[in-house]
């Protein structure tokens, strides 16, 4: 379970980032999944422990678990602000 922390958080990071390149918020999931999966390829390619599909998905999940945090607190600030 940690070992997914990492990449959990870079890719929080790279969502924040493409908030600031005004990635279209319609591709932003897309790029989640996608950078999800490259990160955790990477991060489990680095560790010398192989690739395989278990890799693939656990990116994918990795992805949507981070789309779904940064919009639900981006959400749930806009509310507590009154912008929604």
């Known amino acids: 379970m940690l070992e997914y922390i990492a990449p959990f958080l870079a890719l929080i990071g790279t969502l924040v980032i493409g908030s600031i390149a005004k990635i279209p918020m319609k591709w932003r999931p897309v790029v989640a999944i996608a950078a999800g999966i490259v990160?955790?390829?990477?991060?489990?390619?680095?560790?010398?422990?192989?690739?395989?599909?278990?890799?693939?998905?656990?990116?994918a999940v990795i992805g949507l678990t981070a789309i779904g945090i940064y919009s639900g607190t981006k959400n749930t600030v806009q509310a507590v602000k009154g912008d929604a």
């Open 39 to 59: 990160i955790n390829l990477f991060a489990n390619g680095a560790m010398g422990d192989g690739i395989d599909a278990k890799d693939f998905v656990d990116g």
